[in-house]
Structure formats: structure tokens, C-alpha cells
């Protein structure tokens, strides 16, 4: 099984052109696609339906998607009726089998004056795939603010472990006559972090190698599959400051699939498509089997 993460920056490339088609492209063929930044009405690019025109690019595969916010730029009445123009911007998951159950999760956040803040989200979707039922979430961190993304790993990491507790979206499903849906343990939080590995955010969701025994697996710390999988860190990079292309200084890592532990003995091969091109972050592919 194949899956990919990509944070398409609302579909506007680093030669300033917006093109669906290439992001298409770019993520094709996997079994399960994660997008970030996905937006409709958007002032950045044009004011495209970029859900409507990806799930119509991709017509193969289903989809959900998690809009984090709605703001107002141009609803107005025309003869005697309401329309409704409101930027939405979100997560995308998109999967070659039926998604069975999700829900979006808003993260914490806080009021900022100096720096552009918006609400953050994760779209988590319950799918059952070729290894069994797992759950994938999509999902885009603050830029800005080490603590207030702490503040949301503490949070995913609340519903990543707890989820057996909390039963996602739905449950007691029985009563209309319907099978409940299963608590599994096996999930991929997808995304683009905007943290550094090593960073107090990342240590808190993957923890820290021990001086002996490396990376812990354990049921309540999320696995890098990079570092599992013994990725080299030059390889890892996903972000070219677009300004500064030649300087490694600003090449960083801040896109990153992270496993449960129960999927540790699945994983098999990642790597960063560095041929792809499009919005800056690159995206990171992942197979497990």
C-alpha cells in the first residue's frame, strides 16, 4: 500500500501559476492521498473549488474534506436570493476504497496581531484498506509559534491515543441498524508540521532515542517512519525557502507521516518526491506492507 502526503499551498506553484493538474499528478497512483492547504474561494488563487476540481481530476478516488474556517468575501443578494460566496481553507484525504467514518478535528489556537493566524485542523477518516482498517489524518500546524504548536500536538496526540475511548466521530450505530465501526489502533497522522526533528513539538509526539536501545516503540508515542525506516536526512528535506534556493540553511524538513506503533512492522520504503513540481513543500511518500 502506497500513500503521500503534500501540502499544496493552495495550488499556486513556485513560478506563481495555479495548476490542479500537476498536483494531480503528483499524488496519483497512491492508495490513500493526504492534501493540505486545500481551498475554495480562495483571494490567492483566483477563487478556484479546488475540492471540486481535484475529485474531479482524481475521479477514481473518494474523498473527504475538512474546512477549517469560513470567511465572507463577496456573499451578497441578487434578485431576491442569497449568494453565498465564503473562503474556505482546509485537508483534504482522498482514498481508492470507501472512507467509512470521519470527522474534523479544530486544534487549538490563539489571537495574533503582528503575523497572519488562521484556524488549524485535522480530517481524520477511518478507511479500510488493503492491511485492514486504519485511520489517516491530514493535517497543518501553526508556522509561527512553537508553543501554539505544541499546544496542538498535545491535542492530536489526546485523540490519536484515545480514540478507543472517544470512538471518533460516531458510534452506537447498532441503533439505526448499522455495524459499528471499528476502534483500531493502526493510524498515519499526515501532514505538514512546521516543526524541525529533534524540536521540542516533535519530541513530544515521537519522543527522544535512548543512549542504548534508539527510538522507543511504544503504544503511546507516534513513530517518525523516516527515522524508522532509516531515512537519510538529506534525502528528508520538503521545504526550499523559494527566495533562498541555494542556500542548505533554509532547506528544511517540516513535512512528515507519522505511524502507530502497531504499523511499525509494516513499513517499508519513504522518500520525498524531489522531481515534483508545483506549490514549495515537496510531497513524502510512504509504502507499507
Not at 474561494?41 to 475538512?66: I, K, Q, T, W
Not at 467509512?100 to 487549538?108: A, D, E, G, H, I
Not at 536526512?233 to 520538503?238: E, F, H, N, S
Amino acid at each position: 500500500m502506497k500513500v503521500v502526503s503534500y501540502n499544496i499551498q493552495y495550488g499556486v506553484g513556485l513560478d506563481g501559476r495555479y495548476d490542479a493538474a500537476r498536483i494531480a499528478d503528483a499524488v496519483r497512483g497512491a492508495d490513500v492521498i493526504a492534501l493540505q492547504e486545500v481551498s475554495r474561494n480562495n483571494p490567492n488563487n483566483g477563487g478556484r473549488d479546488m475540492v471540486a476540481e481535484l475529485s474531479a481530476l482524481l475521479p477514481d478516488y473518494f474523498f473527504v474534506y475538512g474546512s477549517n474556517f469560513e470567511a465572507n468575501v463577496g456573499s451578497h443578494v441578487s434578485e431576491g436570493r442569497a449568494e453565498m460566496r465564503m473562503f474556505q481553507l482546509g485537508n483534504m484525504i482522498l482514498s481508492r476504497t470507501p472512507i467509512q467514518l470521519s470527522r474534523n478535528l479544530l486544534l487549538p489556537r490563539s489571537r495574533s496581531f503582528a503575523a497572519l493566524n488562521f484556524q488549524r485542523g485535522a480530517l481524520e477518516a477511518l478507511i479500510d484498506t488493503p492491511l485492514g482498517y486504519i485511520r489517516f489524518y491530514s493535517t497543518h500546524l501553526d508556522h509561527r509559534s512553537p508553543v501554539e504548536r505544541m499546544q496542538q500536538i498535545r491535542f492530536l496526540r489526546e485523540r490519536l491515543f484515545n480514540y478507543a475511548l472517544e470512538g471518533g466521530g460516531l458510534t452506537g450505530l447498532s441503533e439505526v441498524g448499522l455495524p459499528e465501526p471499528p476502534p483500531t489502533e493502526h493510524f498515519l497522522l499526515m501532514g505538514d508540521f512546521n516543526m524541525l526533528a529533534g524540536s521540542p513539538e516533535y519530541v513530544e509526539l515521537a519522543g527522544l532515542p535512548d543512549h542504548e536501545f534508539g527510538m522507543p516503540l511504544v503504544a503511546n508515542l507516534a513513530v517518525d517512519t523516516a527515522a524508522r525506516l532509516g531515512a537519510s536526512d538529506r534525502g528528508l528535506v520538503t521545504w526550499v525557502d523559494p527566495r533562498r534556493p541555494d542556500d542548505t540553511d533554509r532547506h528544511k524538513r517540516i513535512d512528515y507521516i507519522f505511524a502507530s506503533a502497531s504499523l511499525a512492522s509494516m513499513l517499508k520504503a519513504l522518500r520525498v518526491a524531489r522531481q515534483a513540481v508545483g506549490p514549495a513543500p515537496l510531497p513524502v511518500w510512504l509504502e507499507l506492507g
